[in-house]
């Protein structure tokens, strides 16, 4: 999961590039840039790439740390955790927005995007990504798995031998 963080991290740092080299072809009088649009390639591949390593990881993980009875739970935390993150993105768009809009200024997300600046979102999820990562680093030092396999294979061991102990007295 971690490496979808940093992969994460690098495609808003791609999107941000992108976004100054878009807003430097921006065609004076109009609403249209002549930077190809081939320009948005490697930040579409960079999120691809942290998102199959971010979903596949925690859903391994979920899916991991839960015991057999429990598994489809595990599931729906990875998938409501997902919806959380969905949810917080449009409340941090909204508050970007807010707090970059004041008066007459367009702000970061203007209706019209050559009038704001969409690179500096970019670089703020950037920068929140870098601390998401570090946060990460500090919990999965402190977290210690649980090997659920030997304790299933204890739990085995203590039922044949108890079944053993049953069979000897018969």
């Keep these: ?24 072809h921006v065609v004076r009088g109009e609403k249209i ?5 081939f320009w948005q390639v490697p930040q579409y ?7 199959v390593f971010m979903y596949v990881g925690q859903l391994e ?11 489809s739970f595990g599931s729906s935390l990875c998938m409501a955790s ?6 917080v ?24 995007l050559n009038t704001g600046h969409m690179d500096r979102f970019y670089f703020l999820l950037a ?6 990562f570090v946060i990460y680093v500090y919990l999965a030092k402190w977290y210690k798995c649980i090997n659920l396999h030997d304790s299933d294979e204890k739990e085995v061991q203590i039922i044949e031998s108890q ?8």
């Design 1 to 24: 999961m971690g490496i979808g963080l940093l992969i994460g991290m690098l495609s808003m740092v791609a999107a941000g590039a992108t976004e100054i080299a878009r807003l430097k």
């Design 163 to 170: 079944e053993d102990a049953v069979l000897k007295k018969v």
């Design 82 to 87: 997902i919806s959380l993150g969905n949810y």
């Design 127 to 132: 920068v929140l990504a870098a601390f998401d």
């Design 45 to 51: 591949v960079l999120v691809g790439a942290s998102e």
């Design 89 to 112: 993105s449009s409340w941090l768009v909204i508050m970007v927005m807010g707090i970059t809009a004041r008066g007459k200024t367009p702000g970061w997300i203007p209706d019209d």
């Design 33 to 37: 840039s002549s930077l190809s649009i």
């Design 61 to 71: 993980f979920f899916n991991g740390q839960a015991p057999d009875g429990i598994k």
